[in-house]
């Protein structure tokens, strides 16, 4: 795609916007208020301080990168800009020099992600309260849920801190516990940030 020069980043043919309409990127030349999107690893380390008897668990799943990563300083200046180079019609940011992506070996790069094995997928067709007493070892009141999602609250106050005699199908379900947490705060949060989908832990 043709872009006008360096200091536009639009395309010369203005057709493939088709969302410039609704689009932030006009803010680009004006002032604006700065976006600052919400963090939720702060509020997990706090909730949920991982127990050093499931830190084999987490490795062997592939999360300790993740988990190590911590509380990230966030340049709230240049996730506005980015924000505002967004093209959802392209999947791309259009910047000065031409379009950018983020690709899949990024992701992995920067979370330690493994992304070398089969796709990871599986149903929905699930029992709750089944799978989370052969998994998770409760089974969670009618209001921890909502839908398929668990409360991850809920999860921490359960499972957080396993018992000092804990065997190791304990320790199991408390590592399982933690992921699931771990994946609805970080990874794949809902817009509040306190629910998380049961279709992962079938897989983890």
């Not at 980043?9 to 999107?37: G, I, M, N």
């Not at 992506?101 to 990024?106: A, P, S, Y």
């Not at 705060?185 to 306190?194: Q, S, T, V």
């Amino acid at each position: 795609m043709a872009f006008r020069g360096l200091h536009d980043a639009d395309p010369l043919d203005p057709s493939v916007l088709l969302l410039q309409d609704r689009h932030r990127s006009h803010f680009v030349e004006t002032d604006q208020e700065v976006l600052r999107p919400r963090q939720q690893m702060r509020a997990f380390l706090s909730l949920w301080r991982m127990d050093p008897r499931i830190r084999p668990y987490v490795i062997c799943a592939g999360f300790y990168g993740i988990y190590r990563l911590g509380h990230i300083i966030i340049d709230w200046l240049l996730i506005t800009c980015l924000v505002e180079r967004w093209r959802p019609e392209t999947h791309t940011f259009h910047v000065p020099v031409g379009e950018m992506t983020i690709t899949l070996q990024d992701v992995a790069i920067i979370l330690g992600l493994r992304i070398d094995e089969p796709a990871v997928t599986g149903t929905c067709m699930l029992d709750v309260a089944e799978l989370c007493d052969e998994l998770l070892g409760v089974t969670p009141p009618a209001n921890a849920l909502r839908g398929l999602t668990i409360s991850i609250r809920w999860l921490c106050q359960q499972l957080s801190t396993p018992g000092p005699d804990a065997d190791e199908v304990a320790l199991e379900r408390s590592a399982r516990g933690f992921l699931l947490a771990l994946i609805g705060f970080f990874l794949f949060p809902d817009k509040k940030g306190i629910h998380v989908h049961l279709g992962c832990i079938t897989l983890i």
